[in-house]
């Protein structure tokens, strides 16, 4: 994963001599910049990583600009340490998530620290498709996501017409349903896992999926869902999952 070793204030000088006339954007982990064309670089603040995201078209047009910053930068010594090379596709973690951002800043986080790579929708313009076709375009055959989790959160309150009010019960979104139907479909039940959090209604008619219960912090379920990532494909240091659970 490339790092930006400087300070805040160095990361958004370097970015805005891109001159992309994009826009910035704080969030819990760190700062976000977005292009005018889809593109999104973000910088986390613990662990100086830099994370690039966005169409494929937006994603080299920032890998590009940024080497083109050459000795013409003042930060040119910072910034060339940056390994921004074009590269093949990796392959992507999809989340799948609701309201819950601070659930899915923390999910983000143990992801990056694994040395793996997240895809989340919402950081992508999807090059100005709708929400299903850009999830069709990431997931299915074309796409290069190798694996979901989805992030089941106390978000709304429901019931069925016939049992009445009284009968209640927290429930994830109902976008966050499609989109997890969606996910099994594309990467297959063994590469998809959700994560609950608390008590809520858990969709019907989804058995054969591995839940990991959580209640305060998506690290409680680390080790579980590393032998998962791990039985998918994926290989992780352990060092790395030491730091992810901490």
Not at 127 to 140: Q, R, V
Not at 153 to 158: E, F, N, Q, S, V
Not at 183 to 204: M, Q
Request: proline fraction near 3%; aromatic fraction near 6%.
């Amino acid at each position: 994963m490339p790092k930006f070793e400087g300070t805040l204030e160095e990361f958004k000088q370097a970015i805005d001599a891109l001159s992309m006339g994009g826009s910035w954007e704080e969030f819990t982990l760190g700062l976000r910049y977005r292009t005018k064309d889809g593109g999104v670089i973000q910088w986390y603040n613990s662990t100086k990583n830099i994370l690039i995201q966005g169409n494929e078209r937006a994603r080299a047009n920032l890998v590009e600009r940024i080497g083109a910053l050459g000795s013409n930068s003042a930060l040119a010594d910072v910034v060339a340490d940056i390994p921004f090379k074009k590269h093949e596709p990796v392959k992507k973690i999809f989340l799948v998530h609701g309201h819950d951002t601070t659930s899915l800043d923390q999910l983000e986080l143990i992801i990056l620290k694994l040395g793996l790579q997240p895809f989340i929708l919402a950081n992508s313009s999807g090059g100005g498709l709708t929400i299903i076709e850009a999830l069709e375009a990431e997931i299915g055959n074309e796409g290069d996501s190798a694996f979901g989790i989805v992030l089941l959160t106390p978000d709304d309150i429901g019931y069925a017409q016939a049992d009445g009010e009284s009968k209640a019960q927290s429930r994830a979104r109902q976008n966050v349903v499609l989109e997890m139907g969606m996910l099994i479909a594309a990467v297959g039940r063994r590469n998809t896992v959700i994560l609950k959090k608390g008590h809520l209604e858990v969709p019907s008619d989804a058995g054969g999926i591995i839940y990991l219960p959580f209640n305060n912090h998506v690290k409680e379920v680390v080790p579980r869902l590393v032998e998962i990532l791990e039985r998918s494909g994926f290989t992780i240091e352990a060092g790395r999952v030491a730091k992810a659970a901490s």
